[in-house]
């Protein structure tokens, strides 16, 4: 379900994401990068995480604050899943903080480490709240509290990812960096301090989230269609690519419809990568 964030805050948040269900047993999910970051709640049991070069999984905070990532992992759900996750635009979250965005990359965090004061205040309030639409009040008011504090300059890469999102193919960063005035240099550092990524690799994303958006609204056309429809050269570089961020091909994704949301879904066949 998805719930959508006020007029002052739709600058910043895409919307609110709630995740519940219920299982026998616990189960594996693979997670894959959407050039979104986010701060989650966990109201259910918590998950377990585990990237694929660690042998270990390690459990979310009741709270956590998460970065853009550049890879896929794993996510092991309990029995009972719930959580809210307010799933910020790519550049979104950098307005609510003090430090760049790139240093939160390929990070998941205890919502403490970066709100040491206020934390445990706001996971108290939001776990105790009444429904879904309280627990997002009592978070849009953090979220404002800290605006207020932070001013950032956001007109830059908001344009920039807006065109890369609109554009039929891959824009090259020195084009996009010619259409809005700037440097090469002087573009990858806003995306370093306001969103995490590289333009280059924010493209990577954006094309592969773009397949994923034809292939619900045209489910008949065929993966290779779709493919050459996202921007992707060939059939293969674009299972390549899908498969070096997803962790799996475009069949095996197609394939499986339990999903818990477009980037996130229940895995029984071994990763590819």
Do not use: W
Not at 98 to 124: C, V
Not at 222 to 232: C, I, K, M, N, V
């Amino acid at each position: 379900m998805q719930l959508y964030p006020s007029p002052a805050l739709a600058p910043y948040i895409l919307h609110y994401l709630i995740l519940e269900d219920h299982a026998v047993r616990p189960s594996r999910h693979r997670f894959f990068p959407d050039g979104h970051p986010g701060i989650a709640f966990h109201f259910g049991d918590a998950f377990l995480q585990q990237d694929f070069h660690s042998k270990a999984p390690v459990k979310h905070p009741e709270s956590f604050i998460y970065g853009q990532v550049n890879h896929h992992f794993d996510l092991i759900s309990g029995t009972k899943i719930g959580m809210l996750i307010v799933v910020f635009k790519p550049f979104g979250l950098s307005a609510f903080m003090k430090m760049p965005a790139k240093s939160l990359a390929n990070q998941t965090l205890a919502l403490a480490e970066i709100f040491p004061q206020t934390a445990g205040p706001l996971t108290d309030q939001v776990l105790g709240a009444q429904d879904h639409h309280a627990r997002i009040e009592v978070i849009e008011s953090f979220l404002m509290s800290q605006l207020a504090y932070n001013k950032h300059d956001i007109r830059l890469v908001t344009a920039c990812t807006k065109m890369i999102d609109n554009a039929c193919s891959p824009v090259p960063v020195r084009v996009l960096a010619e259409k809005l005035s700037v440097t090469e240099r002087s573009l990858e550092r806003a995306f370093d301090l306001h969103i995490g990524l590289s333009p280059k690799l924010y493209c990577r994303i954006a094309r592969l989230q773009r397949y994923l958006k034809l292939r619900k609204n045209s489910p008949d056309m065929s993966l290779t269609a779709l493919g050459y429809e996202a921007g992707y050269y060939d059939q293969a570089h674009f299972i390549k690519d899908f498969a070096d961020l997803a962790g799996i091909t475009p069949s095996q994704y197609d394939q499986n419809t339990n999903r818990l949301a477009v980037n996130l879904m229940q895995i029984s066949v071994p990763s590819i990568v």
